[in-house]
């Protein structure tokens, strides 16, 4: 069964980097999409980005210019950079991939930004 865990520091302080990692365990990222997604106090879910299975990137506009997804794929992990956070950003961080149909999910990961 496919299983997802993120990782990563639970407090970061304003104008740092926010890095979480995504370890994937009974399947493989090779030859799937894989996205982050995040849910801020009483918001919806903001879709972050997605590394395709061919390794491209694609971000949602309005984050593009402060993150990135990168993957390493002898680890089956992939992460998630945001730069320059600010208190908007607190939030539950998930990772997912694709599966056919729908996605995995990982439990999610609470990051607040606080000084």
């Known amino acids: 069964q496919v299983q997802l865990l993120e990782s990563g520091p639970g407090l970061v302080k304003p104008s740092q980097t926010l890095s979480l990692t995504c370890t994937v365990t009974?399947?493989?990222?090779?030859?799937?999409?894989s996205s982050w997604i995040r849910q801020s106090p009483g918001k919806g879910l903001e879709w972050i980005g997605v590394?395709?299975?061919?390794?491209?990137?694609y971000l949602n506009a309005s984050l593009k210019s402060r993150a990135s997804i990168s993957r390493d794929t002898s680890k089956n992990q992939f992460s998630l950079r945001l730069d320059s956070v600010t208190p908007e950003d607190t939030a539950v961080y998930y990772c997912?991939?694709?599966?056919?149909?729908?996605?995995?999910w990982g439990q999610g990961t609470q990051v607040t930004v606080s000084s």
């Open positions: 009974g399947g493989s990222i090779n030859s799937y999409a």
């Open positions: 997912t991939r694709e599966r056919a149909p729908g996605l995995y």
């Open positions: 590394i395709t299975w061919d390794g491209n990137t």
